[in-house]
């Protein structure tokens, strides 16, 4: 089958990617991104003269970047992954959130209604979305496929629309669609702007470790690998028009997980006492509208589909910071540029 991936060259999408060409080396994809300051060609390199694989740098924003890809490679199927994904980012900068969360997944829908319009419903198109659209929890309850939506930040408001548009292709036309809601995910080639990332290059960098508020907000943390068997499940086994919650019942505290961290750098680095990674904890000012917590009931995938998530979480933590820690040279490489100018404004202007 020839798969389009967009957002291929970003955290989830490489991810996929990877794991997609070995355990499906029969299927031809196509990697479909504009490569933002997110997106980097480097996470691929292992497989980037595959024959089975190809890169089409395009952009959502522009329906004809779409279809001349789906013209040139023929395009069977999609999962649709890229997206503007940071939420600090959307409350500085809401338009490009718009502009490619909402409109290039019109673009998208529109141009493989277009293009498999006599077959419709024999095409995949899996949407990978978030669990932020359901907004914050209290301290109980899980978000299920039913919770209403009730996104709280410009890039969960983005989000949310765009899974509206897919479900809508789904009712209106008969798109053969899949969404996914997973909550939030951890390991290689994560952009160090996100909190387990950002932490880990701070602590080697002995640079302050910013905590929101007080720390006291909830995450959800699954291994991206575990998503990618997830998603690889959904776009195999789901019927269409169904969606699916993905989470790894594995709920942190934002400080807890800071310290958990700087605990097993201090073992790794050999750092202790005034040296210890504890001591750059650092509480700043809160995230405006900081949803408080997230939590997944993930039983419908489970049930329906016999998805698990296999790695431990501290198994999952451990190869991700030993892969942080062998890969300075990429870590250097994905913040050179625009990230310092973003680190100051977040960071250091507040
Ligand atoms: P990311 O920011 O690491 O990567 C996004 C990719 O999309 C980049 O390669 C970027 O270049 C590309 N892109 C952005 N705008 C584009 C455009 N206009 N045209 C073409 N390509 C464009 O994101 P991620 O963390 O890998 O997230 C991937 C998807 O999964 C997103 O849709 C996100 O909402 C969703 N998601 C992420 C998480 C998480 O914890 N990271 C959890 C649940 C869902
Ligand atoms: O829940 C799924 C979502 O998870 C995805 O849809 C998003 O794409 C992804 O970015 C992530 O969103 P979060 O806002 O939860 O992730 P982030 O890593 O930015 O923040 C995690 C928590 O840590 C959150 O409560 C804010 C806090 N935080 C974050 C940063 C970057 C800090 O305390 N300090 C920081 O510097």
Known sequence: MKIMITGGAGFIGSNLILSWLENHPEDILVNFDCLTYAGN????????????????????????????????????????????SHVDRSILTPDQFIQTNIVGTFNLLETAKHFWQTELSKHRFL??????????????????????????????????????????????????????????NYGPYQFPEKLIPLLIKNCMEQ???????????????????????????????????????????????????????????????????????????TFVKDRPGHDQRYAIDASKIQQTLSWQPEFSFEIGIQETINWYLDHQAWVAQVTSGEYQKYYIQQYEKR
Request: glycine share 6%; charged share 20%.
């Open 41 to 84: 060609l480097a996470n691929l390199k292992e497989i980037e003269n595959h024959s089975n694989y190809h890169f089409y740098k395009g952009d959502l924003r522009l329906p004809k970047d779409i279809e001349a890809a789906f013209e040139k490679y023929q395009i069977e199927a999609v999962i649709h992954l890229a997206a503007e």
């Open 127 to 184: 949407h990978v979305s978030t669990d932020e659209v359901y907004g914050s929890l209290g301290e109980s309850g899980y978000f299920q496929e039913t919770t209403p939506y009730r996104p709280n930040s410009p890039y969960s408001a983005s989000k949310a629309g765009s899974d509206h548009l897919v479900r809508a292709y789904y009712h209106t036309y008969g798109m053969n669609t899949i969404i996914t809601n997973c909550s939030n």
């Open 207 to 281: 640079k302050p470790i910013p905590v929101y508020g007080n720390g006291s907000n909830i995450r959800d943390w699954l291994y991206v690998k575990d998503h990618c068997c997830a998603i690889d499940l959904a776009f195999h086994k789901a019927s269409a028009g169904e969606t699916y919650n993905i989470g790894g019942l594995n709920e942190w505290k934002n400080i807890d997980i800071v310290r958990y961290i700087c605990r097993y750098l201090d073992e790794k680095l050999n750092r202790s006492g005034d040296n210890s990674c504890q001591q750059l904890i």
